[in-house]
């Protein structure tokens, strides 16, 4: 029997994970989505275009490959429309590669104002949803009362939609929020015409059916692990879990399935929204970082915050998800900056610690390491690298005990490193 690897990211999103995705998927038959919505964006860049896929996994720009929506993802079925328009002038038929589990949640108009108004309700205290109405949608899933993919091609679902359509208003009521939401309703009944075009099924066992007859696949996470809802920056988390043990879940495998896990991380940090940041930049730096990286949400186009490189974050996500290969994103964007920091612990109340706290606040402090900054010059094979650049990456590894496998330095399928084992 074949074996499932796992590609998801290892700081707070943003890793870079679409493009990776995309370069491996010619090694798989199979690439499939385990969690998240469309809050999530994955970024692809080869033949000078650039693509954003928000829901579909990463490898539908591969003819050969079946990509499978999984039943803990949550699914906007007009985002859905619009990725699947958006790939239309590029010959992708997703009708004839793309399945959807019929136990993926539906993401309602309604669901989306009940994000707004509990994120509005917070004020100061807000934790920087994107607004796409994945919390609630989720709130709705382990509630045990929200709508499946599997109800649309049901002959209730009208009756389903409604009961749950007239929960939601009641609690808008007592939430002062009354915005009209009549198109966004037209627009979401259309949009499920197009989705019932597609298989839809019970992709458990089409998963596991597929690695018993030998097939490759990879599980593609997103947002990251310091988002995760058990173990991240919580209460300034996504709804799901980022994590390995997600993918389990999400597509309904056995953990001994799982065998390479491939970690993607930046060589520095970033975040969108609230929330902690140990290493986060507030002066020229990190505004150089955020221009050089143009470091603005794929899904939101907000700005990300900048900061070094958190090795006690990385350490953490490490251990949690069995890392056997990291992948290290955008190293390019380091090139000329001189000297490059890193941090290695944190001072706390209680004197210096290694370990990813439970609740950062101002009481912590990150220590921070210099080392000798790069330039680069084209793409070369690894050892054809700057020696300042090798020095960087042998410290990751010492720090974290997982090799780095590949090195990003740049958008581009191109531009990847590959480093032998």
């Known amino acids: 029997m074949s074996k499932v690897d796992v590609l998801l990211g290892l700081q707070w999103g943003d890793e870079g994970k679409g493009k990776v995705v995309d370069f491996l998927a010619p090694k798989y038959d199979i690439v499939a989505r385990f969690q998240g919505g469309p809050n999530a964006g994955h970024t692809l860049e080869f033949d000078g275009k650039k693509h954003v896929l ?33 790939l239309e002038p590029f010959g992708v038929d997703a009708t004839k590669t793309l399945v959807l589990s019929n136990k993926a949640q539906l993401i309602l108009p309604t669901h989306k104002l009940i994000d707004k108004a509990l994120e509005f309700a917070k ?53 002062e929020l009354d915005d009209d939401f009549h198109d966004q309703e037209t627009q979401f009944f259309k949009s499920l015409d197009l989705m019932r075009k597609f298989r839809i099924i019970s992709t458990e066992y089409l998963i596991n059916d597929s690695l018993r007859s030998g097939k490759n696949i990879l599980a593609e996470g997103a947002q990251g692990t310091l988002l995760d809802i058990d173990f991240g920056s919580y209460p300034f988390v996504t709804s799901s879990n980022t994590t390995t043990a997600g993918a389990c879940t999400g597509l309904g495998i056995a953990p001994k399935q799982i065998n390479e896990v491939f970690g993607i991380f930046k060589a520095y940090c970033t975040r969108v929204g609230s929330g902690p940041f140990p290493t986060e930049l507030f002066n020229e730096e990190g505004e150089k970082l955020r221009k050089l990286g143009n470091e603005f949400g794929a ?51 209680n004197g210096v610690t290694s370990e990813f ?41 010492e720090s974290v ?15 990847t490193v590959l480093k032998k084992v």
């Not at 720009?61 to 958006?86: M, Q, R, S, T, W």
């Not at 090799?403 to 990003?408: F, G, K, M, R």
């Open 54 to 86: 928000h829901q579909i996994p990463s490898g539908i720009f591969h003819p050969g490959i079946l990509n499978i929506i999984g039943n803990g993802v949550v699914i906007d079925p007009i985002v859905f429309a619009k990725e699947i328009g958006d």
């Open 299 to 349: 899904t939101t186009g907000r700005p990300r915050r900048c900061g070094w490189l958190d090795i006690p974050a990385l350490n953490y996500s490490c251990m949690l998800n069995g890392v056997t290969q990291l992948f290290m994103m955008k190293a390019d964007v380091l090139s000329g900056i001189d000297p490059v920091k890193v941090c290695n612990s944190y001072n706390s109340s």
């Open 123 to 175: 004020g100061e205290e807000k934790i920087g949803s994107t607004l796409r109405g994945i919390g609630p949608t989720y709130q709705d899933k382990i509630g045990r009362h929200g709508l499946r993919i599997g109800d649309i091609i049901e002959k209730d679902f009208d009756a389903k939609y409604q009961k749950l359509k007239k929960q939601h208003l009641s609690l808008l009521s007592t939430l």
């Open 401 to 415: 005990d997982v090799p780095v496998t590949l090195i990003s330095l740049g958008p581009d399928r191109k531009e």
């Open 357 to 397: 706290p439970y609740d950062y606040n101002d009481s912590y402090s990150p220590n921070l390491n210099e080392m000798p900054g790069w330039q680069l010059d084209g793409i070369p094979d690894y050892e054809g690298l700057p020696k300042n650049l090798h020095a960087f990456v042998d410290s990751i590894e």
